[in-house]
Structure formats: C-alpha cells, structure tokens
C-alpha cells in the first residue's frame, strides 16, 4: 500500500538545507570514445648478420650493451682468406708484368717498322697487349674482390642501440644470414595501437589521445599521433595507429599501453557529468535537477535518456534541454522539493580536437 507524505510550506520552509555541489549541463560538439591497447616498438629492429661464411673467432659485445653506429661487433677467422688475397694480389702483380711486356714488345714492333716485322706479327703483339689488359682487370677484380670478403671478416653496428639478443658464440662456423645479434634501435620509440577498421577515416594526426602505460595505469599521457598505416590486418579486421608521448618516462620496446581516443560525432548535443547520473535495477537513469522555489534553491529528479560516454561527461539523449544545473556530489537520498545549500564547481570540459 502506497503512502503519501504531504510537506506542509511551513516545515519545507524550516527544514535544515542539504549541502550538494553542481554542475551545468553543457551544450557541446558530442564526441566518441574509443578504448584501444597497444605497445611501445622501436623504430629499427635488425637481426645483425654476417655475409661470408667463417668460423667466429671474437664476440665483442654482450646482451644490455648499448653500442654506436659502426661499432665492431664481432671478428670471424680470417687467416684462410688473408692467404687467398696475398695470391689475388702476387696474380695481379704478375699480370702487370705481363702487361707491361706486351706493350714492350708492340713498341719495339711499331719502330722498327714493317720492312723487319710482317703485319701479322705487329697485328699478333696488339693482340696480346690486349689479352694480358683483359688479364690484368680479371686480376685486379679478383683481388678487390678478396679483399671485400676479407673486410666482411669483421662485422659492425649498422646503426646505434642496445643488443637485446647475442644469438652465437666464440667457436661456432657461421653461414652467411646466420643472425649473431639482434640490435634494437631506442632512439625515438613510438606506441603502436590495432583500431578496428570501422574507425579508419576517422582517425587523423589531430585526433586526441590520451595514454596510460601498464607500468604506471594511474597516470595519464598526452599522446600525438604520428601516422595512421592504412595497412588493414586481414584476420583481425584492424589496421594500426602510430603515436608519441609528450614528456614521455622511460620507455622500452615491448612495454603495453592503453589509450583512450576521442573522435567527433561531426554533431552538437547536452552533456551531463557522470557524477550526477543515479542508476537504479530496474534501467532507469535519473539526475537531480536544481531549480529556484519560492526564492529557495530545491531539486527535482529528472529521468534521462544517455548516449555517448566521452571522459567524464555523458551525452543525454533526452530529458535535458542543457541550460540546467544539476548535483553532482551529495546527491544520495535526496527527494524531490527538497531544500539544497548548492555550491557552484564547474566541471571540466572535455574539448575534442578537429
């Protein structure tokens, strides 16, 4: 049985005003929030490995070390192949010898003339100045040729960072591609999100972003957004965003991240804190509206309908015009016409970008 409780002007005149805190109902371009995860990758990541095959004599470098571009990093056994280049080099020699005696002799032949030497026979020495050429750059290819193999003994940084990965050791035969370390560039580390393919178009370098890495969920990071790889994952249905952080901790490649981006619905709509939402079991969502009475402040409580969910405000499809002001704190066991003390605390407004 249903009892109604009738407040005379007289009682709701003297009752003691409840302390609440407001906030306005905003009129705003109504946003979508998107919660996506992600990790930090390095720009580079090589697999550094040799290019001639040789038995690994010296590992100059140990998983942690950070090392710079052109750094040595290993060394294999080269004393087969510095044999090899000392005969490419001794076979040179002997075709500029060679060289130089056909040219003698086709020298000789031109002055002294053709009443000595028969045309066939200065014709045969052009020839052979011609063949001992031809000999002296096979030679001399050879033994630049050597000389690279050699020079490829030793192996180097391509580029700065830290050996993530030693992948071999001193004494093991290694054959050209065999990976000895994996090196990880961590200058300019970036984040890398998978958005679902219903966002692309959507997502620009001017969305916002907002960051929180897994080793420190409490904080919060601006993020920009560097590039969207329209490079769609067939099995995923995702493609990949590219960010960076503004005043970024220490970060390494790996670390897992969560980011929560804002993307404009392209419309205006009323917004609402979240704190003044009241949920009851049966669905309905309720806030409590202040209103001027009889020159004293009251609250009433006002269903509404939600919509997107963006930050700390909510869009209300309907049940608000957005001129109101409604409680945000202290709004437990409130009733409706009941007499408020309201302090007036603006909520922060969340500003999408373009």
Same mark, same amino acid.
Request: aromatic share 4%; proline share 5%.
């Given at each position: 049985m249903a009892v109604s409780v009738v407040w005379s002007a007289t009682a709701a005149a003297d009752e003691v005003p409840r302390q609440v805190v407001v906030a306005p109902v905003e009129r705003a371009e109504l946003v979508q929030q998107v919660e996506v995860r992600g990790s930090v990758t390095a720009p580079r990541t090589a697999q550094v490995s040799t290019s001639v095959a040789g038995l690994l004599s010296r590992i100059e470098v140990e998983e942690g070390d950070r090392i710079e571009a052109g750094q040595r990093i290993a060394q294999l056994d080269g004393e087969l192949d510095s044999l090899d280049l000392r005969i490419a080099r001794a076979a040179t020699a002997e075709a500029e010898v060679q060289l130089a005696e056909a040219r003698r002799r086709l020298k000789d032949a031109r002055e002294i003339g053709a009443g000595f030497f028969p045309a066939d026979e200065t014709r045969s020495r052009e020839s052979a100045v011609e063949t001992a050429q031809a000999l002296?750059?096979?030679?001399?290819?050879?033994?630049?040729r050597q000389g690279a193999v050699l020079a490829r003994h030793e192996l180097a940084a391509p580029f700065a960072g830290i050996v993530s990965v030693r992948h071999r050791q001193v004494g093991e035969w290694v054959e050209p591609g065999t990976p000895l370390i994996e090196l990880v560039d961590l200058s300019g580390l970036r984040l890398e999100f998978a958005l679902p393919q219903a966002l692309y178009g959507r997502v620009g370098l001017r969305s916002a972003l907002e960051v929180r890495l897994d080793t420190d969920p409490g904080r919060a990071y601006?993020? %920009?957004?560097? !590039?969207v790889i329209p490079v769609s994952d067939v099995q995923a249905r995702t493609f990949t965003l590219r960010a960076s952080l503004d005043n970024a901790p220490p970060l390494t490649p790996g670390m897992s991240a969560r980011a929560t981006l804002r993307l404009p619905l392209g419309r205006e709509g009323v917004t609402v804190p979240r704190d003044?939402?009241?949920?009851?079991?049966?669905?309905?969502v309720t806030v409590w509206v202040l209103h001027e009475e009889d020159g004293m402040s009251r609250v009433r409580e006002q269903?509404?309908?939600?919509?997107?969910?963006?930050?700390?405000r909510v869009g209300a499809i309907e049940g608000l015009r957005g001129d109101e002001q409604v409680v945000v704190r202290g709004n437990e066991a409130l009733r409706d016409g009941q007499r408020v003390?309201?302090? %007036?605390?603006? !909520?922060p407004r969340v500003k999408p970008q373009p």
């Open positions: 002296l750059a096979r030679r001399q290819a050879e033994q630049a601006e993020g %920009r957004v560097r !590039a003044a939402l009241n949920r009851y079991p049966d669905g309905r269903r509404i309908e939600l919509g997107e969910v963006f930050g700390e003390a309201p302090q %007036r605390a603006k !909520a």
